[in-house]
């Protein structure tokens, strides 16, 4: 099964909640993906023991000027403009370039070749006993989604895999949320909180995956996310209440289910919720993750 935690925004504690729920499960049967690739942070409170990295590359052109016309064919098909033909010479924009190549392919002197540039490194080690991945974005590098799939790659179809999505709605999102079985929404009780959450459930509906909610600091804000989720029919699974220990063991990088048997059950028993919410979908529909409404 593959479960992951988003939120239509940041600072709802999302990685919070996917640390914690994969730290009560069997671990040795667990893996855990950070694909929040632009700013990973599960590592710190989870402190893996590092073993493989590799570099994450994307194909870019190269342009051969001896061969080249400057027929400008391939400024014509590069939908991101990542080429610009002047009289006598190429320019490429590489960061723009999302190697789909076009350009290599329509180039009608076969001037153009592709070579590959790193846009990141993928990184995996052991922590608490289970499998860790994460992808590290390059500075200023604005291509995340090829990133994002190299990590999904990896995934172990045999385990119960959590992934950290990354925050919002946009294509980073998307690229890390498909294929998912279940997506978990982290919300608060705000009026951005409210905003965002329905633009996230408006996109996991369109990728066909089931939701659920959490909603954090539960008891600070008003009653207007509980009543959207009402009428939208998506379950509220827990309410976790603003806590001052939960804030400092957060502050300390430290997971809550390791020094509380109260959240270790309460995380337990948000994991059941997600099974037994999953099992009454595909009883209903008979189908399963992305075909499943």
Not at 50 to 75: L, Q, Y
Not at 159 to 167: E, F, G, R, S, T
């Amino acid at each position: 099964m593959i479960i992951a935690v988003a939120s239509g925004k940041g600072g709802t504690g999302k990685t919070t909640v996917a640390i914690n729920l994969a730290l009560v499960q069997d671990r040795k049967k667990v893996q855990f993906l950070d694909c929040d690739v632009e700013e990973p942070n599960a590592h710190i409170f989870l402190k893996p023991a590092w073993g493989e990295k590799e570099t994450v590359s994307i194909p870019v052109p190269k342009i051969d000027e001896e061969k080249c016309t400057f027929c400008g064919r391939c400024a014509e098909v590069c939908a991101f403009n990542a080429l610009v033909v002047l009289k006598d010479h190429v320019m490429t924009f590489h960061e723009l370039c999302h190697g789909c190549g076009g350009c290599a392919y329509f180039c009608p002197e076969k001037a153009i070749t592709e070579v590959p540039r790193g846009i990141g490194v993928l990184e995996r080690g052991s922590a608490f006993g289970f499998d860790f991945l994460h992808g590290r974005l390059n500075p200023g590098e604005a291509m995340s989604p090829p990133l994002i799939d190299a990590v999904k790659n990896k995934i172990d179809n045999r385990k119960q895999v959590l992934i950290d999505a990354p925050p919002g709605t946009s294509c980073p999102v998307v690229a890390a949320v498909r294929g998912s079985d279940f997506c978990l929404l982290v919300t608060e009780p705000t009026p951005f909180g409210l905003n965002d959450l329905d633009l996230a459930v408006q996109l996991l509906r369109k990728l066909h995956i089931p939701v659920g909610v959490l909603i954090n600091r539960a008891d600070i804000g008003d009653k207007k996310v509980e009543e959207y989720c009402r009428r939208q029919g998506v379950p509220v699974l827990m309410k976790i209440p603003f806590d001052r220990e939960l804030a400092e063991l957060y502050a300390r990088g430290e997971p809550i289910v390791e020094h509380s048997g109260q959240w270790r059950n309460m995380f337990s028993e948000l994991w059941s919720s997600i099974d037994d919410y999953l099992r009454t979908v595909e009883n209903q529909t008979g189908q399963k993750g992305e075909d499943a409404g």
